[in-house]
């Protein structure tokens, strides 16, 4: 039973328009939120993260939002760029625990 | 060389084979990881160690055993492997074990391995 879900496997942007990246989750326990990012044969990289006593973390062109209400986190990214084009993780832990629950991904394409 | 760097980039091996996965970090962190990535799912955490001990064993099959002689290194010896084990190995570090909650992941860029 997926914890984290990124039900959205691909999505496509044009260059300058905002790309939003949408992730679930279902434990009540989480309370601190990342993203990170992958491109092809590299690994994840940290991109912006939030804690559960914020609704909304900013960092340039990335935002996150959290609505702990309904357990729903997004990222959005003002204005995308070619080289956004990449896999997004969504992941949540729980404070004082090290597992940190990742989602399967969205791929983002930013087309010029 | 800075970051994580995991060593090799790709294998193949059979059923029968012994291997190992090496996994180096540049950073000067406390806590090492090994995760798993099969195609479309999640990535899933493996193992975890903390100034050279382990501190979580994810129910991984005996097939996988880790090995963290120092905090700088990490290796995953594998040993009779199955075709299903084929997937993605990702080593991690972070300075400590999270306890505050914004302990940061830095990945290196995978071991990509085929069970044939």
């Known amino acids: 039973d997926q914890q984290v879900k990124q039900n959205s496997p691909s999505l496509s942007v044009q260059e300058g328009r905002i790309s939003i990246l949408n992730c679930d989750y279902t434990n009540s326990m989480f309370d601190y939120f990342l993203w990170y990012k992958k491109y092809p044969a590299e690994g994840p990289t940290f991109l912006i993260s939030i804690s559960s006593i914020k609704d909304k973390n900013e960092d340039g062109r990335f935002t996150v939002f959290l609505n702990k209400s309904a357990k729903h986190l997004s990222l959005h990214i003002v204005p995308s760029q070619p080289g956004d084009s990449a896999v997004y993780f969504c992941?949540?832990?729980?404070?004082?625990?090290?597992?940190?629950?990742f989602g399967t991904g969205t791929r983002l394409l930013v087309s010029p | 060389e800075t970051g994580v760097t995991q060593t090799p980039r790709h294998l193949v091996m059979g059923m029968t084979n012994k291997k190992s996965l090496k996994c180096e970090q540049h950073?000067?962190?406390?806590?090492m990881y090994w995760y798993k990535q099969s195609a479309k799912k999640p990535l899933e955490l493996m193992f975890v160690?903390?100034?050279?001990?382990?501190?979580e064993n994810n129910s991984v099959p005996s097939r996988f055993s880790p090995e963290c002689p120092n905090s700088s290194h990490l290796f995953l010896h594998l040993h009779t492997l199955q075709p299903e084990d084929s997937a993605l190995y990702l080593c991690a570090s972070s300075q400590d074990l999270d306890t505050g909650g914004d302990e940061k992941l830095f990945f290196g860029s995978g071991t990509q391995l085929s069970v044939l």
């Open positions: 160690y903390s100034l050279e001990e382990r501190v």
């Open positions: 950073l000067g962190h406390n806590a």
């Open positions: 992941a949540a832990k729980a404070i004082g625990f090290q597992k940190l629950v």
